[in-house]
């Protein structure tokens, strides 16, 4: 009885013995093997036997393509604008030895080196700059942050911008400056439009004075020819100016008649002339 009981004791240590001492490791994955405390070796994807009861798996490091989602966070740009961006991280262990014992946890530091420089870089820029330079913002992000990650035992195969937009405070502001915007371009339109039509009638009032100023020369030239030829005519020197002044009285009395609101009453301009003479011929008679 006490030999079965030793022999079962002995098997199952055995078996106890094998399972702690072989290993299957997945493909993608890396394991770190230490020996009483301390770094012994790596374990590549595979069957593997460690020493049972003396090493250990510490750690299992996943060699595939790891995707960080770093969170959106609120950056405010250099003309004082708040916008929120996030970014996602592609990242992938090269060095498992140095990924587990050069930091605590490589994702959540790769998480928070890339929010403070993706703060830092677009703290640089202003609105319409952050909004517009995405690719850029991308390719200085990775540049500032592959060094670090180098020391890490990672390698940075990509960052990309998720997510860059104006806050919603910022959102309501820029509506407000667009509607300033447009109503200030109207303004200058409208005023636009009354200097142009201001301009054009003040032309218009040039080229009508001018065209007013030619007519009343080529007026004055006719009367010059009709007063030569008159004079020519009659071979007397006040006869033509006297003709001229009678044509002239006959188109303004003609004028004036022909309003409807005239109060005037004309009188011969040799009225006193034409009484004298009447009253003397009574005084003969």
């Known amino acids: 009885m006490g030999f079965e009981i030793v022999a079962i004791a002995i098997l199952v240590f055995a078996v106890v013995t094998v399972w702690k001492g072989v290993r299957i490791v997945p493909q993608g994955e890396e394991w770190i093997v230490e020996r009483l405390g301390k770094f ?13 009861y003396i090493d250990k798996v510490a750690y299992k490091v996943v060699t595939k393509d790891i995707i960080l989602d770093v969170p959106e966070q609120e950056v405010i740009t250099k003309d004082n604008a708040v916008i929120i961006t996030n970014a996602i991280a ?3 262990v090269t060095d498992p030895i140095k990924a587990v014992y050069g930091i605590v946890d490589f994702a959540e530091a790769i998480r928070n080196l890339v929010q403070t420089t993706l703060r830092s870089i677009t703290g640089e820029m202003e609105l319409d700059q952050a909004l517009s330079s995405r690719e850029k913002i991308k390719l200085r992000l990775k540049e500032s942050i592959s060094d670090e990650a180098i020391d890490w035992g990672l390698t940075i195969k990509s960052v ?10 910022m959102v309501k502001s ?6 300033a915007e447009r109503e200030r371009k109207a ?24 065209r007013d100023a030619v007519a009343q020369v080529t007026l004055a030239e006719s009367s010059a020819q009709a007063i030569q ?38 009188l011969p301009a040799d009225l006193q002339d034409a009484l004298r003479g009447i009253l003397g011929k009574a005084r003969s008679v």
Not at 40 to 52: A, D, H, W
Not at 160 to 169: G, N, T
Not at 174 to 179: I, V
Not at 192 to 200: D, S, Y
């Open 174 to 179: 820029m509506e407000l400056q667009a509607a």
């Open 187 to 210: 303004v200058v339109t409208r005023a636009e439009g009354a200097k142009q039509a201001m301009i054009l009638e003040a032309e218009g009032r040039l080229e009508s004075a001018k």
């Open 90 to 92: 592609f990242i992938k």
């Open 229 to 266: 030829k008159v004079a020519h005519a009659v071979a007397d020197r006040d006869t033509p100016m006297l003709y001229l002044l009678g044509e002239k009285y006959i188109h303004a009395v003609e004028n004036l008649a022909a309003s409807g609101n005239s109060k005037f009453v004309l």
């Open 40 to 52: 012994n070796k790596t374990l590549s994807p595979g069957l593997t036997i460690i020493v049972p």
């Open 160 to 169: 990309e911008i998720q997510d860059i937009k104006p806050s919603e405070s």
